[in-house]
């Protein structure tokens, strides 16, 4: 159970590029960061907007000479002080992580940054390399993965509870860009821009979750083949995609569906996974987090709840708040933050034996990512065609 204590020599110096007060994405960086006294936020170039950034950074608490204009200010300025940030995170339009990323690892200073890690698989591997050569830390906040019960899924999974996995079937929605986008905000404008969104629109921003958290259910798995079809239903997004259904196969014999979309009119948000297994089946969805139902062939079903002694020691080993209280997305969130700070202070103090099977979304994560991304649009482009993966 996670209650607090410090598990990392000292508190690390954090800083922010992006993450503004408009920003979608940056509280959740925020609470996820700020909740067990692991990182203090000391730096940050919030905003595009230099003033409004600053006006925002000194809300926060960030002294104003901290609060930076543009991360080349940030980077310079922390370089300067002593007491400068151990670890930036970057929380801005895709089409920034690359450069943003590079500049700070150059300096000497760990990152946290957002997906998709990048455009091509090409620049996660120079920067793989990179981060080796200087020793830092590459964390991806890929933020539904620290909940609880994806960790009881995915140990059920190694304990053979499910039986040799047959059937992969995941679905990420939501409906808020039904509408076109004449009057969208900044948020909706750069993903649905190639320049500024990447190859893919859907698959990248929603499609990369399910994606990610499969891979911790199921580790052994690896895609052979998958056959894309995306299409943009408001015609001005095309050529990247709102819509998207994705078959796959895996080296176990084991087939996938997903389909990823935000014009699931009506649809409030619905992530939903279910893996099953020759004997049994689980299925999770993050509209009720802290629950996992457990179907055994010819027994009646059972509903697991998060925070219960009966759960493997990795689901409980993530828990925070107790079976008798809900765990959310903010709890993830802080579980994902917790583990790149383990991973951060394991490289600080040369801990290599820790970092060998730590379990943190790292630089792979984020390569894998971007080249589950680049195969799908390789087979959308031929026309929703089975490709090898690459
Ligand atoms: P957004 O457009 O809402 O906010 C971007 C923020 O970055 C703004 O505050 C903007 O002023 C700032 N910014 C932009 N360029 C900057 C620069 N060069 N320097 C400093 N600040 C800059 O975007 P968002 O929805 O918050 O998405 C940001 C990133 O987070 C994207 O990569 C997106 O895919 C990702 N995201 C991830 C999750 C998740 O669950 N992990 C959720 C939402 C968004």
């Known amino acids: 159970m996670i209650n607090g204590e410090r598990t990392i020599q000292r508190p690390l110096r954090w800083g922010m590029v992006g993450g503004g007060r408009t920003g979608q994405v940056g509280y959740k960086h925020r609470t996820g960061a700020l909740r067990d006294g692991t990182y203090q936020l000391v730096a940050g170039a919030f905003d595009l ?22 991360y080349q200010e940030l980077i310079a300025g922390e370089a300067a002080r002593e007491d400068g940030v151990d670890v930036v995170s970057v929380a801005t339009p895709n089409f920034t992580h690359y450069e943003i990323t590079k500049a700070l690892l150059e300096a000497g200073i760990h990152v946290i940054c957002e997906k998709p890690l990048f455009f091509t698989v090409k620049e996660c591997e120079e920067i793989a390399a990179l981060a080796e050569e200087k020793g830092l830390i590459v964390g991806v906040t890929y933020g539904f993965t620290g909940h609880p019960m994806v960790h009881q899924m995915a140990a059920m999974v190694a304990k053979g509870m499910l039986g040799e996995i047959r059937i992969v079937d995941m679905q990420y929605t939501h409906g808020f860009n039904a509408g076109d986008d004449e009057g969208a905000g900044e948020a909706v404008k750069w993903r649905t821009n190639p320049e500024t969104a990447g190859p893919t629109f859907v698959l990248g921003d929603i499609g990369t979750h399910l994606y990610y958290l499969s891979e911790v259910v199921l580790p052994e798995l690896k895609i052979e083949k998958l056959l894309c079809d995306r299409k943009a239903f408001i015609p001005t997004r095309a050529p990247l995609e709102d819509h998207a ?18 014009v699931n009119a009506g649809n409030m948000g619905s992530q939903r996974y279910r893996f099953v297994g020759a004997k049994a089946s689980v299925e ?15 027994e009646p079903g059972q509903v697991l709840h998060h925070g219960m002694p009966y759960l493997e020691g990795e689901s409980l080993a993530a828990d925070r708040m107790g079976a008798l209280h809900t765990e ?4 993830s969130w802080s579980n994902i933050y917790l583990w790149i700070a383990q991973a951060i202070d ?13 379990h943190y979304p790292g630089i792979k994560a984020g390569t894998e990512g971007v080249r589950w991304l680049e195969n799908c649009v390789r087979s959308a482009d031929a026309g929703a065609a089975w490709v090898e993966f690459e």
């Open 49 to 70: 907007k230099a003033g409004r950034g600053r006006d925002f950074g000194t809300s926060l608490g960030v002294a104003g000479d901290r609060c930076y204009a543009t």
């Open 245 to 262: 259904t994705v078959l796959m196969h895996y080296n176990n014999g084991a087939r996938g569906r997903l389909w990823v979309s935000s």
């Open 284 to 298: 999770w969805s993050d509209s009720r987090p802290d629950q996992l139902i457990y179907e055994v062939q010819g």
């Open 328 to 331: 959310g997305l903010g709890d």
């Open 346 to 358: 394991a490289r600080m103090h040369g801990n290599a034996a820790f970092l060998k099977t730590h």
